[in-house]
């Protein structure tokens, strides 16, 4: 039984920083460790997009060009768990984030498997 559980969103300014975590239960954290993991986000009215994702078997990391150089994904593969450090966060950043199991590649990063978690919310407003 698969479960992924997203935390650490909330309501910060312009210009602040939040780090999300994804933590993962019901396989091993050596299997986990070979699992590629993605973030995804959605904001209101629009469909879910990649954000980032980490492919540590292949050594491949991507962010999409929005965030780019202002979020960096990493993980704690003992912990089985994933983390989404956001900087210099933006409006057009608020959304509802997820982590899920992923197929990643260095343009792109697209979901496995068909539901989503809950997700957290991060607002950027001033």
């Known amino acids: 039984q698969l479960q992924f559980v997203e935390s650490g969103g909330g309501l910060v300014q312009p210009g602040g920083s939040l780090r999300l975590s994804c933590a993962a239960s019901?396989?091993?954290?050596?299997?986990?460790?070979?699992?590629?993991i993605g973030w995804f986000r959605q904001a209101p009215g629009k469909e879910h997009e990649g954000v980032s994702c980490?492919?540590?078997?292949?050594?491949?990391?991507y962010y999409a060009d929005s965030v780019k150089g202002r979020f960096t994904i990493s993980r704690d593969n003992a912990k089985n768990t994933v983390y989404l450090q956001m900087n210099s966060l933006k409006p057009e950043d608020t959304a509802v984030y997820y982590c899920?199991?992923?197929?990643?590649?260095?343009?792109?990063?697209?979901?496995?498997?068909?539901?989503w978690g809950q997700g957290t919310q991060v607002t950027v407003s001033s």
């Open positions: 980490i492919n540590s078997r292949a050594g491949i990391t």
């Open positions: 899920a199991p992923a197929n990643c590649w260095d343009r792109g990063t697209s979901k496995k498997g068909s539901d």
């Open positions: 019901g396989f091993s954290s050596d299997y986990y460790a070979y699992s590629a």
